[in-house]
């Protein structure tokens, strides 16, 4: 909803305020995430007719026929990646820039790339003037950022057939990639740590639903 004010009223704020309460009932316990959840608005990424959407715990349509995600699955994508202030983080799929966002208001630097050009022009507008500086890049995520590297942590939001060699190459030792594996329906969500000596130490933790991610070109 790029050239809009930015409103928050109490509505939203209570509607905010019940989202987070749904999402730390499912399970998620980090409280940095649970404050950041109820203090990004939701709101701002959805397009202004479908606003009474945006405190559900679902996923919703945004442009380009890709998705929000769920509000659950950012907060479980974001826990695993255990966000300390000041981590250098790189996002693949910045969508309506809601995770990144979330990641911002953790005390992230927050670098995120997204390969469908519509997405990453409104993100680009979008974040800034909602006070969100979160570095976006249009690009192939599969290539991860090597200008930038390396990273802290990386998370991918779309579901991979695998994990990208550039992604591990990018990732400090001891840090830590986020990824939903597998191109069937649903995916694996994996995080992939990386020890001191470069070892790569791989974790499930359950299936999730993402759109995919989409290989080798990106999107004009
Ligand atoms: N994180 C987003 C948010 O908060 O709104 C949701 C992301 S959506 C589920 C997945 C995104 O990944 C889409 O915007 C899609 O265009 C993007 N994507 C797919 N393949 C990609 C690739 N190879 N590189 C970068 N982005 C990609």
Redo the contacts with the bound molecule.
């Keep these: 909803m790029t050239g809009n004010t930015f409103t928050d009223t109490f509505r939203h704020k209570g509607l905010r305020k019940k989202l987070t309460e749904i999402v730390r009932n499912k399970g998620i316990k980090d409280e940095n995430v649970l404050k950041a959840m109820e203090t990004v608005p939701r709101h701002w990424?959805f397009d202004s007719g479908f606003l009474e959407f945006a405190y559900e715990d679902k996923?919703f349509p945004?442009a380009?026929?890709?998705?929000?995600?769920q509000p659950y699955t950012?907060a479980f994508q974001t826990q695993l990646l255990e966000v300390k202030k000041g981590d250098k983080i790189l996002?693949?799929?910045?969508?309506?820039?809601?995770?990144?966002?979330?990641l911002y208001q953790m005390g992230a630097k927050v670098f995120?790339?997204?390969?469908?050009r519509l997405?990453s022009t409104k993100a680009k507008e979008m974040l800034p003037e909602a006070g969100y500086l979160v570095k976006v890049f249009f690009?192939?995520?599969?290539k991860g950022l090597p200008a930038f590297a390396p990273f802290d942590k990386i998370?991918v939001?779309?579901g991979a057939p695998f994990i990208p060699e550039p992604l591990t190459a990018q990732l400090k030792p001891g840090g830590i990639l986020v990824i939903p594996l597998d191109d069937l329906e649903s995916q694996i969500m994996t995080t992939i740590t990386k020890l001191a000596d470069g070892q790569l130490v791989s974790r499930q933790h359950g299936r999730f639903r993402?759109?995919?991610?989409?290989?080798?070109k990106?999107?004009e």
């Design positions: 990424f996923a945004i380009a026929g890709q998705t929000i995600s950012v996002e693949v799929g910045t969508g309506s820039g809601y995770q990144a966002s979330i995120s790339v997204e390969r469908q997405l690009g192939d995520g599969y998370i939001t779309a993402f759109v995919p991610l989409l290989g080798n990106a999107q």
